[in-house]
């Protein structure tokens, strides 16, 4: 029997942080992330790159897109369900052209500013060829997103360690539960809570089980998993994609590397 039960290095769990904006506090939050070898998709606003000492500059972009995700968030913050997709698309792409200028990498993350949307625009965002796009909700859940357009995290950060306790609870992992949390840094120095963070971090890493991603790395690993070809008695299997999956076959972890892979 074959089961799409692991993630990467056969972990059975997944845990991701997405931060918007782009405060310079950002850097603050990617260092303590780094600490824990967790991982973070920073949603950054280009036209607040360099434009105070409040907000990141593009040398600070560069060196966050070395161990973590940089994706969009507009290059206004613009109310999108209210304006002309004329004008959403030069939003969307001037903000992807100007990340994509500063990392030297494919920006094809989104997250909604203010939670907003409408169909326009989650039609355009496939159009241009976005992977996926995070709201603004809680669904307090640990479940994949049935539509990665409309990705909806497990909490804000201020709930993440009652759901972290929870998280490390979990007992089944046959569904691949996926732990997100998500935010803005100037609200742990609005609040002086910080801690949160740390607390957070701190009950997740008794657990070993965890695999710490982006986003656009769950992303592409769940569809990958998804566009894998079995072929007929199950023995062998081809992955069409560029990630390498991991499974259960007959019990024993395998790993699906591009191209085939012999079972039997």
């Known amino acids: 029997m074959i089961l799409f039960d692991l993630f990467p290095n056969k972990k059975t769990k997944a845990v991701t942080f997405s931060y918007d904006d782009g405060n310079v506090l950002d850097l603050k939050l990617a260092e303590i992330l780094d600490k824990y070898g967790a991982k973070a998709t920073f949603n950054l606003v280009s036209g607040w790159i360099n434009a105070s000492e409040n907000f990141l500059s593009s040398s600070n972009v560069f060196e966050l897109s070395k161990t973590h995700e940089i994706a969009n968030h507009t290059k206004s913050h613009f109310w999108n369900e209210r304006i002309p ?89 046959s569904k691949l539960p996926i732990f997100y949390i998500w935010g803005h840094t100037h609200d742990f120095k609005n609040r002086n809570n910080w801690h949160v963070l740390t607390e957070t971090l701190d009950i997740l890493k008794e657990d070993s089980s965890i695999w710490y991603a982006t986003n656009i790395e769950l992303c592409e690993y769940l569809n990958a998993i998804k566009k894998l070809r079995i072929c007929s008695g199950e023995k062998s299997i081809y992955n069409p994609t560029n990630v390498t999956v991991f499974a259960t076959v007959d019990g024993n972890a395998v790993e699906l590397k591009p191209g085939l892979t012999t079972l039997k």
Not at 87 to 116: F, H, R, S, W
Request: aromatic fraction near 12%; glycine fraction near 8%.
């Open 85 to 173: 997709v004329d004008q959403m698309v030069t939003q969307l792409i001037d903000c992807k052209n100007a990340l994509e200028d500063m990392t030297g990498k494919p920006v094809t993350g989104y997250a909604y500013p203010n939670g907003k949307y409408n169909d326009e625009l989650l039609a355009l965002l496939k159009a241009l060829g976005f992977s996926y796009a995070r709201t603004a909700g809680q669904s307090r859940t640990f479940a994949h997103p049935e539509n990665f357009m409309l990705w909806t995290g497990t909490c804000h950060h201020d709930n993440a360690v009652g759901d972290a306790k929870n998280f490390t609870k979990l007992s089944s992992y």
